[in-house]
């Protein structure tokens, strides 16, 4: 049917054929829709890359917060502004 929507075209590798079976085994899982299982999927991955990017940021923020504190020879002030503007764009 013709559609202005972008479609998606998924290849059952041997991973997803796998997945595939071990949901169609429970019951209920032969009547998930792939598009759920693809909603699904994309919130989790979104969950774990805001993790990851929420992980480093408080790592990079406890390393500006050691310079401040700790005077190991960083000009605090450029270690406020790394703070604020180097680290904004992962």
Same mark, same amino acid.
Request: hydrophobic letters at 45%; proline letters at 0%; glycine letters at 12%.
């Given at each position: 049917m013709p559609t202005k929507l972008r479609r998606i075209a998924i290849t059952e590798t041997p991973r997803v054929a796998s997945a595939l079976a071990e949901l169609r085994r429970e019951p209920g899982g032969a009547e998930v829709p792939v598009a759920d299982l693809l909603v699904?999927? =994309?919130e989790r991955k979104l969950d774990e890359?805001?993790?990851a990017h929420d992980e480093r940021h408080a790592a990079l923020e406890r390393?500006?917060?050691?310079?401040r504190t700790?005077?190991?020879g960083v000009d605090p002030e450029a270690a406020d502004? =790394?703070?604020r503007h180097a680290w904004t764009h992962d």
């Open positions: 699904l999927g =994309a890359l805001r993790s390393v500006a917060e050691r310079i700790k005077g190991l502004y =790394a703070r």
